[in-house]
């Protein structure tokens, strides 16, 4: 169909105005509002639509670029409203465009939803009108607890269960193909299993740890003997803090805790950068079976990559 050359006319018949800071956005719709019959303000007028790019610094009441492709796009004049930005210069998310991502990502991997690919494909089928970095960030620091809500039981087998679950991925494979659904694996793989069953637990250093009776408690009690409900309400109070703090989910926080032997400042910094906090690696399923093997020579290379301390803190750690 032939674009509207009214597209940007008010019922009224007078052009809508619009004002957007020179640079290449401005470049770039500039033809698109003027082949529509509005104008552009060289400078911001009273009555003019303020526009901002989706992302940027902007007013409350600034309309995102987007509301001048979508409308050239549909080849019809839409209302300003759902395109008002809110702080930050965000577009902000409707219910239903809530309920679209949380539709969408029922069913998915904890490990995929928290990935990119996921919501480039989202992107690409126009699933909402905004970017897939936006819908990314919408869900996993405000939709995802409708999906995956984090134990809020004190029952310590629930916990022993996401470890269990955690672990046999960390055992295994670490491709988003062969993922596990952490919802279902807390709940599943969590009840019914004595504690001699699950594969690892979380335990820290004594430095820095947010548990610091866990230790003591594995020592003094038989392995059949639950740990104590406040020691669960750390572990799950820390582990939230994390989730909110790095906006990563439940399956990724568990698999850092396994990865980092369990040391809560050591998982802290390999959340926000990818690294280990004291310069080594971090552990794998194959440096894990090298361990296992009663090989001087194979420990003493161990030693070599990990340091001394670090092998001994591993051993407790797959031990308990």
Request: aromatic share 8%; hydrophobic share 40%.
């Amino acid at each position: 169909a032939a674009r509207s050359r009214s597209l940007f006319l008010w019922d009224d018949g007078h052009p809508m105005r619009f004002y957007l800071r020179p640079g290449l956005a401005k470049l770039r719709l500039a033809p698109l509002v003027l082949a529509g019959g509005g104008r552009l303000c060289r400078v911001q007028e009273p009555g003019a639509v303020l526009l901002a790019q989706p992302g940027d610094a902007a007013p409350d009441g600034a309309v995102s670029t987007e509301y001048v492709t979508e409308c050239v796009e549909r080849n019809q004049r839409l209302p300003l409203e759902p395109f008002l930005l809110a702080g930050r210069g965000r577009l902000a998310f409707t219910e239903a465009e809530d309920a679209a991502l949380l539709q969408a990502v029922r069913g998915q991997s904890t490990v995929r939803a928290s990935g990119c690919a996921l919501w480039i494909e989202l992107e690409r089928s126009g699933l909402t009108r905004h970017s897939w970095q936006a819908m990314r960030d919408r869900f996993l620091r405000h939709l995802q607890p409708r999906l995956w809500e984090p134990p809020q039981t004190e029952d310590p087998a629930q916990i022993r269960g996401l470890f269990a679950a955690a672990n046999r991925e960390f055992e295994s494979t670490e491709s988003e193909s062969d993922s596990l659904d952490v919802a279902k694996l807390s709940t599943q793989d969590g009840v019914g299993r004595s504690p001699g069953e699950t594969a690892s637990g979380l335990k820290t250093g004594p430095e820095n740890s947010a548990f610091p009776d866990i230790q003591l408690q594995m020592q003094e009690r038989p392995k059949s003997t639950c740990s104590s409900s406040s020691v669960v309400g750390q572990v799950v109070k820390t582990m939230e803090h994390f989730m909110e703090k790095f906006a990563v989910d439940l399956f990724t926080v568990t698999q850092a805790f396994l990865k980092n032997s369990g040391d809560v400042e050591a998982v802290s910094y390999f959340l926000q950068t990818g690294q280990r906090l004291d310069g080594y690696p971090i552990w794998s399923r194959e440096d894990d079976l090298e361990l296992q093997k009663d090989d001087e020579r194979v420990r003493n290379k161990l030693i070599a990559k990990f340091g001394a301390e670090n092998v001994a803190k591993r051993i407790v750690f797959r031990e308990s």
